[in-house]
């Protein structure tokens, strides 16, 4: 499967706190993007980092990627019961055609007030 | 910015028949699409790549005669699940990129299928 991975699979917290979730991929890659998706609702993307970047910021998130090691993490500061979620990871690999995105295996998030 | 709508967003249909989802870009011609599927608690798995007029490229384990895609224009693909099942119910979720939208994908908002 070329499906990465993803750690932790669930990861609880109390509001205030910081989040890792961290991402591993297999194949060389254009980019590595990141989404949230509350439970049963679609896709937000939340960011996108291109393979010749190390660091993206927005807001409260930083995205780091290693493509030496193939993977990823993404850090939410200061978190929010609002962020409650799942997020996955998500790779644009080289090989494939332009837009076809592999998930990753997605963490699921519990911020607690 | 651009958008992707799917309809219907909720679906239930009895086992044995065939239900048809559809996926549009509203404001851009996406040359390509693609269909995902999401079983609960579940991450996304990509099912078939959809270019306007030509045939679907399908992910490997996917049967192309029951999940049929069509993607006839360049704002439309829709995805039939035919003799369905109560195993393919099932979050169904399609994006859309167009030439020039860089690296941005557009997703819609996901189908609930329920098959009883």
């Known amino acids: 499967s070329q499906q990465g991975e993803e750690d932790p699979q669930a990861l609880s917290i109390q509001e205030g706190e910081n989040a890792t979730m961290n991402c591993s991929y297999k194949t060389s890659i254009n980019n590595l993007q990141w989404y949230r998706q509350n439970s049963g609702r679609g896709l937000v993307h939340l960011i996108l980092?291109?393979?010749?970047?190390r660091e993206k910021h927005s807001g409260r998130l930083r995205v780091t990627l290693d493509t030496s090691k193939k993977s990823s993490s993404l850090l939410i500061t200061a978190s929010r019961a609002a962020d409650t979620a799942s997020y996955f990871c998500?790779?644009?690999?080289?090989?494939?055609?332009?837009?076809?995105?592999?998930f990753g295996q997605g963490t699921e998030l519990s911020v607690k007030p | 910015g651009a958008v992707v709508s799917q309809h219907p967003s909720r679906v239930i249909c009895k086992s044995g028949t065939s239900v048809k989802i559809e996926c549009r870009s509203l404001?851009?011609?996406?040359?390509?699409m693609f269909w995902y599927r999401q079983f609960p608690k579940q991450s996304l798995m990509l099912m078939a790549t959809?270019?306007?007029?030509?045939?679907?490229?399908?992910e490997q384990g996917v049967e192309k005669d029951k999940f049929l895609i069509n993607h006839a224009s360049l704002t439309l693909s829709t995805l039939t699940v035919t003799s369905a099942h109560p195993e393919d119910s099932s979050f169904y979720i399609c994006?859309?990129?167009?030439?020039?939208?860089?690296?941005?994908?557009?997703f819609g908002e996901g189908s609930w299928l329920t098959v009883v």
């Open positions: 959809s270019n306007e007029g030509s045939k679907a490229t399908y």
């Open positions: 994006s859309a990129s167009y030439r020039g939208s860089g690296n941005t994908i557009y």
């Open positions: 998500a790779t644009d690999a080289t090989e494939n055609q332009g837009g076809k995105l592999i």
């Open positions: 404001d851009f011609q996406a040359t390509t």
């Open positions: 980092i291109r393979s010749n970047e």
